[in-house]
C-alpha cells in the first residue's frame, strides 16, 4: 500500500532555516501536503502543491517536489520558536483520504 | 477560510458507555467526510469514509460495530465509540472535502480527545 516517510526529529536555532524531508510511495499522488500540529491541537493546513509543480513559496515556506525520487520538502526560514510543532506530510489523489507520514517534530531554540 | 467544527473537544467517559463525537462543516457542504485516530505520537490513522446518505466505509482493522458513524447531512457527521474502553483513548480528528472545491481540498476540525477511565 501507500507509505509516506519522514524523519522523526528536527532541532535548529532560532533564525536559521529548517528542512523537512518526506518520501512517498504513490507514483499516482495528485497533492502532497504540510501540515502543522502543535501541542493538543488538531491540524492546520500550511500548504499544499500540485504533483505537476516543483516549487511553491508561501511567505517564509518553500515547498519542493521531486516527482521522479517521489521526495517532498518543506524549507521554513527564519525559523521561530513559535513554529516549534509536529509537521506533517500527507499525499492522496484528488477526493480520497490523505495518508500521512508520522510526523516530524521540530524544536527550535532561542 | 472553510471550518470544521469537532465536538467535544475533550471528553472523558467511565469504561463501557458510549460517547458520541460530531463534526461539522459550518461554511461548506461535504458528501464525504474521513474520521482518524491519532495514537500518542504517532501518525493519523484513517478509521473511515463517512458518506452523506450511505454507509461508511471501513479501513482494514477497524471494527464497525465499535465505531458507529452516521452522515445523515452535508453538514455532519457522527463517531460514536460504543462500550468505550481504555484503549479506545486517543485523538481522533475529522476532516471534511468541500464537495463544492475546485481542488478537492480537506479540511480538518481540530480534534476530539477522548479519556477513558
Known amino acids: 500500500g501507500e507509505d509516506v516517510e519522514q524523519s522523526l526529529f528536527l532541532s535548529v536555532r532560532e533564525g536559521d532555516s529548517s528542512v523537512i524531508n518526506c518520501t512517498y510511495t504513490?507514483?499516482?499522488?495528485?497533492?502532497l501536503y504540510w501540515y502543522k500540529q502543535e501541542p493538543g491541537a488538531g491540524l492546520q493546513l500550511l500548504t499544499y502543491i500540485f504533483s505537476n509543480m516543483d516549487m511553491k513559496q508561501d511567505q517564509r515556506l518553500t515547498v519542493l517536489l521531486n516527482k521522479k525520487d517521489k521526495h517532498l520538502s518543506l524549507r521554513i526560514a527564519d525559523t521561530q520558536t513559535g513554529d516549534s510543532a509536529i509537521y506533517f506530510c500527507?499525499?492522496?489523489?484528488?477526493?480520497?483520504?490523505?495518508?500521512f507520514g508520522k510526523g516530524t517534530t521540530l524544536s527550535v531554540s532561542s | 477560510g472553510a471550518v470544521v467544527s469537532q465536538h467535544p473537544s475533550r471528553v472523558i467517559c467511565k469504561s463501557g458507555t458510549s460517547v458520541k463525537i460530531e463534526c461539522r462543516s459550518l461554511?461548506?457542504?461535504?458528501?464525504?467526510m474521513f474520521w482518524y485516530r491519532q495514537f500518542p505520537k504517532k501518525s493519523l490513522m484513517l478509521m473511515a469514509t463517512?458518506?452523506?446518505?450511505?454507509?461508511?466505509?471501513?479501513e482494514q482493522g477497524v471494527e464497525k460495530d465499535k465505531f458507529l458513524i452516521n452522515h445523515a447531512s452535508l453538514t455532519l457527521s457522527t463517531l460514536t465509540v460504543t462500550s468505550a474502553h481504555p484503549e479506545d483513548s486517543s485523538f481522533y480528528i475529522c476532516s471534511a472535502r468541500d464537495s463544492g472545491g475546485r481542488t478537492g481540498e480537506l479540511f480538518f476540525g481540530e480534534g476530539s480527545r477522548l479519556t477513558v477511565l
Open positions: 500527507a499525499e492522496n489523489q484528488a477526493g480520497t483520504a490523505l495518508i
Open positions: 463517512s458518506n452523506e446518505g450511505s454507509k461508511a466505509t471501513y
Open positions: 504513490d507514483s499516482s499522488s495528485t497533492y
Open positions: 461554511d461548506f457542504q461535504a458528501t464525504t
